[in-house]
């Protein structure tokens, strides 16, 4: 708790305290569902940096709160890739997003603190003893990572991490693939298509996991289907596959619980990528 150093004064300012903790993490909650379940894409582009705004003024209070910080960490980054065109503005996102996950996991799942450069043997060690409890949080630390590495995909420091990242990100599948409508397997997709595979990239892999994904969600969660389109797809030329894909994601009923607003960006994403086909092809 915060204010836990108040306690020996006035014992009353404890249960205050929780109460304050507990209404602003519901407040993030409550706001991060209303983006979530918008219907109106240029309404949350708009307003999104007021609310991205407020959230780093909650954790000036509460900068120790995950819940707020893995809302933060989440927003920040999926505003990035949204909405921010420019390169060093992505950047400036994905380096936030990742230093708000890292600040959310390294209390409660140690091996997160040197994920990224510390011995591999020891982050190999900690994921082997990952529980359920331990996916969401490992989740957001590990899609934050994925965003990070993207963002400066230009820089090989940047891209010798990927393999950690990936590691994370299978184990997590491996203890519960259908966290976040099964979101892990769609990750995996992405990863295992990074490379054609004349350099090791494992195109059929990907897509396995991304049919394995779409299965999961049952065909609600629109994204899978696009970037299985994007990924595998363009990378295998298989114009059939990707045209049928992003059909699929367009006649889809985009408004699903937590999810609106990602499937309305997949919708539009869809278009975008069948109006180029004919070029790409």
């Not at 997709?189 to 994904?213: D, M, S």
Request: aromatic content about 8%; some cysteine.
């Amino acid at each position: 708790m915060k204010h836990a150093w108040l306690v020996p004064i006035f014992g009353v300012l404890s249960g205050c305290s929780s109460v304050m903790s507990s209404v602003t993490e519901g407040l993030a909650t409550d706001l991060s569902s209303a983006i979530l379940d918008n219907e109106d894409i240029a309404v949350v582009r708009d307003g999104a940096p007021a609310y991205l705004i407020m959230l780093d003024a909650l954790l000036r209070s509460a900068p120790d709160n995950e819940p707020l910080l893995n809302a933060a960490a989440t927003l920040n980054g999926a505003y990035a890739t949204a909405f921010v065109d420019e390169p060093e503005r992505q950047q400036a996102f994905a380096d936030k997003a990742l230093r708000l996950a890292s600040r959310a996991a390294c209390p409660r799942l140690a091996w997160t603190c040197q994920a990224r450069s510390g011995d591999r043997a020891a982050l190999t060690e900690g994921l082997a003893a990952m529980g359920a409890q331990d996916v969401p949080l490992a989740y957001a630390f590990a899609t934050a990572w994925a965003g990070w590495i993207q963002a400066h995909s230009s820089d090989w420091a940047a891209i010798a991490e990927f393999g950690r990242v990936k590691e994370v990100m299978q184990r997590i599948a491996d203890v519960d693939e259908g966290h976040d409508y099964g979101g892990p397997h769609m990750y995996l997709g992405v990863f295992e298509t990074v490379l054609p595979p004349a350099l090791g990239g494992q195109p059929e892999v990907a897509r396995r996991h991304f049919e394995r994904a779409i299965e999961l969600s049952g065909g609600r969660y629109l994204m899978a289907r696009v970037l299985f389109a994007e990924h595998y797809g363009r990378l295998m030329f298989d114009r059939a596959l990707h045209d049928a894909q992003l059909n699929a994601a367009l006649v889809a009923e985009p408004r699903q619980a937590g999810i609106t607003l990602v499937n309305l960006v997949a919708q539009e994403q869809a278009r975008a990528l069948l109006a180029s086909a004919d070029a790409y092809f």
